[in-house]
């Protein structure tokens, strides 16, 4: 059945296939379509459902599909929350208010093929961090790293200070199988108890 409605007055067309078929909507016109246990609500301008003071509630057992031509705006005046789960007992997993953004997963995962992140602070806690990059540039006024353990490997390492480095160890040794070269203008060695030189040759010179 379809029922076409203007005001106080309806059209309404009935039976299978061969029933009469309503003219296109016109301007004010909305038609409301029953065929096969289905319904369809058509206007020919903005459609509204409306509870100013009450609560809206759309149930559907099987899914809810919403697209959009343009443009789909979701606005709250306190917070939207998105709960998946349980429909007695809902955990939500995204929760967006005025002020913050909070989402709760045991996983989650962001593919994009390029992410800009602009914010004044970021803390990031984890129990295992992994960073996999084929070039990682990372450029600062101020580094500051603590850790327990440091282990860094590397192919080649190459590293330049422009002014002053200094180092302050409890204990340092330095194993190379190859060649060691140190080159300075003045190089000065000093120590409490002894200095020892140990080689087959040993040259100065």
């Avoid at 301008?45 to 809206?56: D, I, K, T």
């Amino acid at each position: 059945m379809a029922v076409a409605t203007q005001g106080s007055a309806a059209l309404a067309a009935r039976g299978d296939s061969s029933a009469e078929r309503l003219p296109d909507l016109a301007p004010g016109y909305l038609r409301v379509r029953f065929e096969d246990g289905a319904a369809t609500l058509t206007a020919t301008g903005v459609l509204e459902l409306a509870a100013p003071h009450g609560r809206l509630r759309l149930l559907a057992g099987r899914g809810l599909d919403v697209q959009a031509g343009r443009t789909l705006r979701l606005h709250a005046a306190r917070r939207i929350d998105l709960a998946v789960g349980d429909a007695d007992a809902p955990r939500v997993q995204l929760r967006i208010d005025p002020r913050a953004l909070q989402l709760v997963a045991p996983r989650a995962a962001l593919r994009a093929t390029r992410c800009a992140l602009a914010v004044e602070r970021l803390d990031t806690t984890a129990r295992a961090l992994s960073l996999f990059a084929r070039r990682l540039r990372l450029e600062v006024s101020e580094l500051e790293r603590s850790a327990r353990r440091l282990v860094v490997r590397a192919g080649d390492a190459v590293r330049t200070v422009e002014q002053q480095i200094e180092s302050a160890v409890g204990r340092c040794r330095t194993l190379v199988r190859e060649d060691y070269a140190l080159r300075a203008e003045r190089i000065h060695t000093s120590s409490r108890e002894q200095i020892r030189i140990d080689g087959k040759q040993v040259l100065v010179g």
